[in-house]
C-alpha cells in the first residue's frame, strides 16, 4: 500500500532561533502489513533533519495530513 503524507515542523536551534518547515513523504507498507505510525515519524523526522543537517531528535513534527 503507498500512502503519501504532508508534514508541517519546526527545529528548535537555540532559545530564540527557530525554523519552520513543511516536507512530503511516500510511504510504502508491504502487502499483509499494517501501517506503523511511530515509522512514519521517523522517516519524517530523519528527512527533515536530513534538510537542514540537524539532529532528527531536534524535529518536532507540529502536523501530519494523509494526502490520499
Known sequence: ???????????????HLRIWGQSTLVHTVAPGDELDPAELLVR???????????NPAQVRVRGLSRLD
Do not use: G, P
Request: charged letters at 20%; glycine letters at 0%.
Open 1 to 15: 500500500m503507498r500512502y503519501c503524507y504532508f508534514a508541517d515542523y519546526e527545529i528548535h536551534l537555540s532559545a
Open 44 to 54: 519524517i523526522r530523519a528527512q527533515a533533519a536530513d534538510t537542514h543537517a540537524v
